[in-house]
């Protein structure tokens, strides 16, 4: 199968003010290339056996694809949001499993690390991350906290001498059971709710942390996920990112920023679908024409160009918004909003577009081992992860109606 330079393909759309930069696009086309020539031949494998590429991270860090947003001085690229939210794309459109490890490792934990961590911390954990010799996670999520992860958290973090002592459970985690350095919630103060949450970053060697399993999915099978155990773990004090109990800032914005970092997976996964469905609209003969000839498939293929269209405006304009956000911003108002209102729109729209994708692909689309069936099966996640559809409404409801 010819495989197009999607950078190129998509250049013309983008035009006019709202368009990106030459920097930008530049930035953009080197993630699809990446994308391409390095991680698409990865991407059947890694669906099948759920198998994870140890060399696949030091390679994006070769590419300069890791810290996107973290300073020269600790190894990163010190560019913004958007910059990263194009690399994400750029990744997505070829490799959606291995985005989402980036994402985890990149955005939910090197880049929470440098905007929340001492110098210490920076200096300590970041040149790795950056260099791609050591992989992140962020463990937020537990068994029994899900949509209401603050409310509901039972990981708890007791001081003893100079250390902290861990225990609880977390679940969902990516990049689970490979990584090296986890950014980590526990309940430091439970009478103060969730004022009395703080942040760790915890190694995996640390005594008393186990991947308790790995968990097997239905779609971005390669990105490992896993259940976390914390049995009398120790972290050193020094580990505690941010102030004792002063982990809801860290979380609130932490999560703005990944809800407008998730659009970018939604928009890089609809154009790859657009695409195919294109190549299998203009080859499949039904009738003694090609099936792109049918008024019904091209209504199809209008429907999905428009929404493709839509979140990519969405996408780079709310990266753009939070770029800014400056350290504990977010978690209301207008950003808090925005983010939310992003990715809602994103994840409905790829939703729509991998629709229409399969049902033009037809029975070929239905087997498991297609492309196009690769991608339909990584919608729901973004309509779960980072908040649910339902936890997106209930903030944009919620900032609509503060203060009525
Ligand atoms: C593949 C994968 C990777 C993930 N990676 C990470 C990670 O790296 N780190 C991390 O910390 N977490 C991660 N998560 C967890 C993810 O953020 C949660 O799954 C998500 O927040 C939803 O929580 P839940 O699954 O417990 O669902 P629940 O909260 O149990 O929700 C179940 C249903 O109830 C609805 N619901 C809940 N409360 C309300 C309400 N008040 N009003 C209306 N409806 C409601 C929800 O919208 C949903 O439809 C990952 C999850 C998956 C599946």
Redesign the pocket.
């Known amino acids: 199968m010819q495989v197009a330079n999607m950078g190129e393909r998509w250049a013309a759309g983008d035009g006019g003010s709202f368009g990106l930069t030459a920097d930008q696009r530049a930035i953009l086309d080197q993630a699809d290339r990446f994308g391409r020539n390095e991680l698409y031949p990865l991407a059947a494998r890694m669906d099948e056996e759920e198998w994870w590429p140890d060399d696949a991270f030091p390679r994006l860090a070769g590419a300069g694809l890791f810290g996107v947003t973290i300073p020269e001085e600790f190894g990163g690229a010190g560019l913004d949001l958007l910059a990263a939210g194009l690399v994400l794309q750029g990744l997505s459109r070829w490799n959606h499993a291995m985005a989402l490890s980036w994402v ?1 490792h990149d955005n ?1 934990c090197a880049n929470n690390i440098f905007r929340n961590g001492s110098g210490a911390q920076r200096r300590k954990y970041l040149p790795d991350m950056c260099a791609g010799r050591k992989i992140g ?5 537990e068994p029994g906290a ?4 603050l409310g509901s958290m039972r990981t708890t973090a007791r001081r003893e001498g100079d250390d902290y002592v861990l225990n609880g459970a ?1 679940i ?4 689970g059971p490979v990584a090296d350095y986890l950014l980590v919630y526990a309940r430091t103060d439970p009478a103060r709710g969730a004022h009395g949450i703080s942040a760790f970053i915890v190694e995996k060697d640390f005594p008393g942390f186990k991947v308790a399993q790995k968990l097997k ?1 239905m779609g ?1 099978r390669g990105s490992q ?1 896993a259940e976390l155990v914390f049995d009398e773990c120790r972290v050193p004090a020094s580990n505690l990112v941010g102030e004792e109990n002063g982990g809801v800032a860290i979380v609130m914005s932490g999560l703005d920023l990944e809800r407008a970092m998730i659009a970018p997976i939604c928009l890089g996964i609809a154009e790859r679908a657009l695409e195919l469905s294109i190549d299998h609209a203009v080859t499949r003969r039904q009738f003694g024409q090609t099936i792109g000839s049918f008024q019904m498939v091209q209504s199809m293929l209008a429907d999905m160009y428009v929404a493709v269209e839509s979140m990519r405006t969405f996408t780079w304009r709310t990266l753009a918004a939070a770029a800014p956000l400056e350290k504990g911003g977010g978690g209301r108002g207008e950003i808090h909003m925005l983010t939310a209102a992003s990715v809602m729109y994103a994840a409905n729209a790829v939703h729509d577009v991998l629709d229409k994708a399969m049902q033009i692909h037809g029975g070929s689309g239905y087997i498991w081992e297609s492309e196009i069936n690769r991608l339909y099966r990584s919608i729901k ?1 973004l309509e ?8 997106r409404k ?1 903030i944009i409801a919620g900032e609509l109606l503060r203060g009525r």
């Open positions: 985890a939910l996670a962020l463990g937020l999520t899900g949509s209401d992860a977390k969902f985690i990516t990049n999915k971005y996920t996640l779960i992860g980072a908040g649910t559809t339902e936890v209930m």
